[in-house]
């Protein structure tokens, strides 16, 4: 057909209407005259009008190929300003205060660290180090994960041998912010792995500025955490990896991904556990196949193997009850695995007395392994299983049984604004994304599902577990703001043409519309049915395939027409998202800043006059460092042991590792105890120095003060006379007129207090908000060497015992001889 008069606007609205419906046209179709008469080029000449049905092959697939090598371009360039943005967010600590460490752990780690560059790697496993837990001594190499030592002195050799000459201390204060960037980049991986490049990059945006990850990864925080969810992280793709592929390479890749995990932290029990988990859930749901045979029977066998390389680790990879499902499940693999060969191979009748058999065999075998598993677990006090791991199952566990555990703050349940504060608005996208995975569910997809649901419960365990929570609540944010953004745009894209032309009818406009997400629809089908089928399908399952592709006829494909909200909602929900978006950048932003870059060894608060600092920590340890021997011992609660040896270089009975709960509890004893008894447990010691932490003047509320009563628990669970109820005036702990006598004149009482009177006439406790009971009193046997400028450490000096006076009692020459005999033999020296 062709127009051979002048067409008028509203006719060649028309017509372009009908190529944009997709109708077809014959190319030869001309627009033969204009209004002025002059004819019009043919169609080809305006590729803008002519619909996708009617395009060129060649020139749609060039088309396809550079938008695709523009989207890896682009894609690349945002992933590099997310590692830029997780890295540069964790540099507050450092542009705010100074380059320092961090809390106390990370203290040991730069300690232990500086000892590995100095000695070398040898040395190092072998390293006895006698400044920790007088007078037993602790192995290094044996009892530390030395993933985060070697992963620094790595990098600080590294970069030292390309002339970069960075100090130790400088390369671990940037080892976790190095290693968020790591662990943005494997969210990426593992969210594109579930479902597609936009929820990986969304899920790696979000994990860069998390601020539950924040709070473990700023700059000076060299803490095993650092760089042990990366590894998680990193696992966990490499898992999913295998499983979408069936590729052996991956499998390898990811057993080796977990040693280095098991290297990292402890809390690599967690992906020996969450993976068999969901392997069994694949098999019970009827999800089993080649590959997720290969993506677990190698990790099982060779992260083992090398697990069991680890020193702080050894046999328990084989012989705790932590290990055991993974085991368990690697039997009921196989099982499944011989009936599936069995039923490829044997006609329906010899399988079903095969089967017979080997259900038989199987659950004799499975029987025997148990009943080994029973035996051993039951020869175990705590049933195999761990301290911190008996805490999770069993969250009153550790306060009934191990009040160590229960001690430290970070073993406690969260409150609920923590999850806000930490996780921010991930917790309210969270269910999207939950319900982004089911639409559909696929393996990749129930394993994220089950992350996030074990994580969720080992979170409201222990708050410490909030950083595992953090990855996979920002995979499934990632996920649902993902799925949401698709819809909503492809609404406004299907409905914005409408607005910029005149159509005949809406009922037409809402066809097209509906057409065109059936078309792209199918396409997504296409595409998706095209991935599945690069994957490597078993031998079995080829067979299968082609028996069913025999026997089914051909069907039609069904077409599934894809949601399309209206254009106002969808334009109002993608502003509110992007509200949202900015609510989570500014609090991740202001929680790095405020909440979590303020290192615990440099305090500062605000006030009327200003900024104040509070560095009277590093102070205590210098004066120890230049005022006392070299060999002098420092008693202190175990919170400051790990920063008494790596700042003052001083012997310390306990410190953070608390691997020997009867040293604890010796000192916990001494402080609760009067001040004679006290002085003879630190005298047999050895202890010169008593070091407390003092709040009372300044307000600081993490003193020895509030955590007494840990003190007293510890030393009670091995000391039975050291009693709760005598610190306590009706149930409560007081430290004012109305405390217990017990309470006023144990140790822990005494050195905090003395003196304090003096400061302002009261005596009045900033921490406590009251009078305290004694104020007047003096020392016996200790005597006060050092106070900070803020009082917030305190250290005292044993008093040497007093000389013993001779002849104050007259005794016969007799019994003088008898006596100066007897004291001649018992102050003999034995080991003469």
């Given amino acids: 057909m062709k127009f051979t008069e002048p067409q008028s606007q509203e006719q060649l609205c028309k017509y372009i209407s009908r190529l944009r419906a997709g109708e077809p046209f014959d190319d030869s179709e001309t627009l033969t005259k204009s209004s002025s008469g002059s004819p019009l080029a043919s169609l080809r000449e305006f590729p803008c009008l002519i619909p996708p049905s009617m395009a060129d092959p060649s020139e749609s697939k060039e088309e396809g190929t550079l938008r695709k090598a523009f989207g890896g371009v682009l894609g690349f360039f945002i992933l590099l300003l997310i590692g830029i943005l997780a890295f540069s967010i964790r540099l507050f600590s450092v542009i705010k205060y100074e380059s320092v460490i961090h809390e106390f752990d990370p203290y040991f780690n730069y300690r232990v660290t500086q000892f590995l560059t100095k000695n070398g790697i040898y040395d190092f496993w072998n390293w006895f180090d006698d400044r920790t837990w007088y007078p037993l001594g602790r192995v290094i190499g044996g009892t530390v994960y030395p993933g985060l030592t070697l992963t620094a002195g790595s990098i600080w050799w590294l970069l030292n041998n390309l002339n970069i000459p960075l100090s ?250 923590s999850y806000f504060m930490d996780i921010n608005v991930l917790a309210f996208l969270v269910p999207a994304g939950i319900v982004a995975c089911f639409l559909p569910l696929s393996d990749a997809s129930s394993f994220v599902i089950l992350y996030i649901a074990t994580s969720v419960y080992f979170s409201g365990v222990m708050v410490r577990l909030m950083l595992v929570l953090a990855p996979a609540a920002c995979i499934m944010s990632g996920i649902g703001l993902s799925e949401a953004f698709d819809v909503f745009t492809r609404s406004i894209k299907f409905q914005l043409p409408k607005l910029l032309e005149s159509p005949p009818s809406s009922a037409g406009d809402t066809n097209v519309i509906e057409d065109k997400a059936v078309k792209i629809d199918n396409k997504i089908s296409t595409d998706k049915s095209e991935n599945i089928a690069k994957e490597r399908p078993s031998r079995k399952n080829r067979k299968k395939e082609k028996e069913i592709g025999e026997t089914v006829p051909n069907k039609p494909p069904s077409t599934k027409r894809l949601l399309v909200l209206p254009l106002e909602a969808s334009a109002v929900a993608i502003l509110l998202l992007i509200i949202l978006g900015a609510f989570y950048v500014v609090h991740c932003v202001w929680a790095a800043a405020e909440a979590y870059s303020a290192p615990s060894i440099v305090l500062t608060s605000h006030s009327n006059d200003g900024l104040h600092v509070f560095d009277d920590f590093r102070e205590a340890y210098a004066w120890l460092r230049h005022n006392t021997d070299v060999d002098d011992k420092v008693a202190s609660w175990w919170d400051y042991g790990y920063q008494t040896t790596a700042m003052a270089n001083r012997t310390v009975i306990v410190d953070n590792n608390t691997w020997n709960n009867t040293h604890i509890a010796t000192v916990g004893t001494a402080m609760s105890s009067p001040e004679k008894p006290a002085w003879d447990i630190f005298n047999s010691l050895d202890v010169k120095y008593v070091l407390v932490v003092f709040g009372g003047l300044v307000g600081y509320p993490s003193d020895d003060i509030n955590k007494f009563l840990w003190m007293v628990r510890i030393g009670g669970g091995v000391f039975p006379h050291i009693r709760e109820p005598d610190y306590l005036r009706d149930g409560q702990y007081r430290i004012d007129a109305q405390a217990t006598p017990t309470m006023l004149n144990c140790l822990m009482y005494k050195l905090s207090y003395y003196r304090f009177v003096e400061t302002d006439g009261k005596g009045f406790d900033r921490v406590r908000r009251t009078e305290i009971g004694k104020k007047h009193f003096k020392l016996t046997h200790f005597e006060e060497v050092f106070t900070t400028h803020h009082w917030m450490v305190r250290i005292y000096k044993l008093k040497p015992p007093k000389n013993r006076i001779r002849g104050k009692l007259k005794k016969s020459k007799s019994s003088s001889k008898t006596s100066s005999k007897n004291d001649g033999n018992s102050r003999k020296n034995p080991w003469q």
């Fill in 168 to 417: 130790v201390e400088t390369v671990c204060v940037f080892t976790a912010p190095i290693f968020s960037a790591n662990a943005a980049w494997a969210t990426y991986l593992l969210t594109k792995e579930v479902k597609g490049t936009g929820a990986g990059l969304t899920a790696a945006a979000l994990l860069a500025m998390v601020p539950s990850y924040i709070s473990r990864s700023v700059a000076g925080s060299y803490d095993n955490e650092a760089v042990a969810i990366f590894a998680l992280i990193f696992t966990f793709y490499l898992y999913i990896k295998t499983l979408n592929t069936g590729s052996l390479f991956y499998a390898t890749l990811n057993a080796l991904s977990y040693f280095y995990m098991v290297c990292s932290w402890g809390g690599y029990t967690f992906i020996i556990n969450l993976i068999p988990m969901h392997v069994l859930l694949c098999i019970v749901t009827g999800r089993y196949s080649s590959r997720l045979y290969i993506a677990y029977a190698p990790l099982v066998v060779l992260g083992t193997l090398l697990a069991s390389l680890v020193p702080v680790v050894g046999f328990n990879a084989v012989m705790t009850s932590e290990h055991f499902a993974s085991f368990l499940v690697f039997i009921i693999i196989h099982v499944v695995a011989l009936v599936y060969y069995i039923k490829g191979i044997l006609s329906p009748k010899m399988f079903k007395m095969a089967m017979t058999l080997v259900v038989t065999i199987g659950i004799a075998v499975c029987c025997a392994v148990i009943a080994i598993l029973i035996a051993l677990v039951a020869s175990s006090p705590t049933k195999g299983w761990s301290g911190r791991s008996l805490s999770l199952l069993d969250p009153t566990y550790a306060s009934k049984y191990i009040p160590i555990i229960a001690s430290v703050s970070e073993h406690q349940p969260p409150t609920w604004p």
